[in-house]
């Protein structure tokens, strides 16, 4: 089992490492917002993605297929609303970071929460994926718990180290508000691609 779990915190860096729509939105976030922000963002991807491996481990076999294709025709709504936002952001005029409005905290989580759950591609990829780190053994589901729950703890602190990166670069980025618009809104956008480009193929 210690092996399976070390081999799956590999696996798991490996993925993070590679910039998918949430990494995207969790970068133009923070860019945006901060690092508080960026965090709240990956709370919230962090959530959905742990509903999405509820729903797997709970075993519904039958409805997964279902459930992928309702979550395909939602996500174009995500994908209409995240690309909007990167265009609003990338035409904005120069502004001061802090003056950030009340209530964003709340609508950053949310907006991390949906993206990650709109993802039919997440879906049937943690479906196929975890069951790959589960070992011999009478107690799969205990086994499917446990590894959901380092795989969340995993890309929680990933995605983590992407906040402290581009919370960084926000403060090079504050000299220069109008690039820093059009990066963050290159960000939101990339974020509605990659989740366009999200097939129910894995």
Request: glycine content about 12%; overall charge positive; aromatic content about 10%.
């Amino acid at each position: 089992m210690i092996d399976n779990i070390l081999a799956l915190i590999a696996a798991t860096a490996v993925l993070i490492a590679i910039p998918g729509p949430n990494v995207a939105l969790i970068v133009a976030n923070s860019l945006r917002y901060g690092y508080r922000y960026g965090l709240i963002t990956v709370l919230g991807t962090t959530l959905g993605l742990g509903l999405q491996l509820a729903f797997v481990i709970g075993g519904f076999a039958v409805l997964l297929d279902l459930a992928v294709t309702a979550l395909t025709w939602i996500k174009w709504l995500g994908v209409a609303y995240l690309v909007f936002l990167g265009l609003r952001t990338w035409r904005e005029p120069a502004s001061d970071l802090s003056e950030i409005a009340p209530g964003t905290g709340n609508l950053t989580f949310l907006r991390g929460l949906g993206l990650a759950l709109i993802n039919p591609k997440t879906l049937l990829f943690n479906a196929a994926f975890l069951p790959q780190f589960v070992g011999q053994s009478m107690y799969v589901t205990t086994q499917l718990l446990v590894l959901s729950t380092i795989f969340l703890i995993t890309v929680g602190i990933g995605d983590s180290l992407w906040v402290a990166f581009a919370g960084s670069a926000r403060r090079w980025f504050s000299k220069v508000g109008r690039l820093r618009n059009r990066v963050t809104g290159g960000f939101l956008i990339g974020a509605g691609i990659g989740l366009a480009l999200a097939r129910r193929s894995i």
